[in-house]
Nanobody, 121 residues
């Protein structure tokens, strides 16, 4: 059973920083893309950032210059460094990995349970 577990969320003041981590465990053969998404109350889940297996990154416009996504493929971990946080960044942040399980024949999307980020003074 593949599991993705996020950590690092919490309460931070506007202008502050947080670093989220997401670790995958289980019977994993290969991981391609990794990413972070977020969902605020009453809103749809939206892309935050993705990183490909080759290290190519992609960010939502509102996160460019403030957030940095990185990965450690060997450790099966994806990180999100969030700086200059704003109240509108408050949301539940979900990690996503497109991976292939051992014995599997295709890549599927897997999601973590989410971690709450609150930005408030």
């Amino acid at each position: 059973q593949v599991q993705l577990v996020e950590s690092g969320g919490g309460l931070v003041q506007p202008g502050g920083s947080l670093r989220l981590s997401c670790a995958a465990s289980g019977s994993i053969f290969s991981i391609s893309a990794m990413g972070w998404y977020r969902q605020a109350p009453g809103k749809q889940r939206e892309l935050v950032a993705t990183v490909s297996s080759g290290g190519t990154t992609n960010y939502a416009d509102s996160m460019k210059g403030r957030f940095t996504i990185s990965r450690d493929t060997a450790k099966k971990v994806v990180y999100l460094q969030m700086n200059s946080l704003k109240p509108e960044d408050a949301a539940v942040y979900y990690c996503n990995m497109r991976l292939r399980e051992n014995g599997g024949t295709r890549f599927d999307d897997y999601w973590g349970q989410g971690t709450q980020v609150t930005v408030s003074s």
